[in-house]
């Protein structure tokens, strides 16, 4: 389960890294942008957002997966 801290501050990341991946490809984040652009920089900016958060680590072609614990435990 995330909670409402980590989502924020996912989120915030996401936002951050999308103008990151903006910048670096040379296009403006505005209303001309084609849905497919703008969906290959999420992509981007969303696998970022995901290992600064410290929730998912990619190493080569595999990946893994942090699991927070769970309340139950």
């Given at each position: ?10 989120l ?13 490809r ?48």
């Open positions: 389960m995330v909670d409402e801290v980590l989502r924020a501050r996912f915030a990341m996401v936002e951050q890294e999308m103008a990151v991946v903006a910048a670096e040379g296009v403006a984040l505005d209303d001309t942008l084609r849905d497919h652009v703008r969906r290959s920089l999420g992509r981007v900016a969303a696998r970022r957002a995901l290992q600064a958060c410290h929730i998912l680590t990619i190493e080569g072609r595999g990946y893994h997966q942090w699991f927070l614990p769970s309340a139950a435990s």
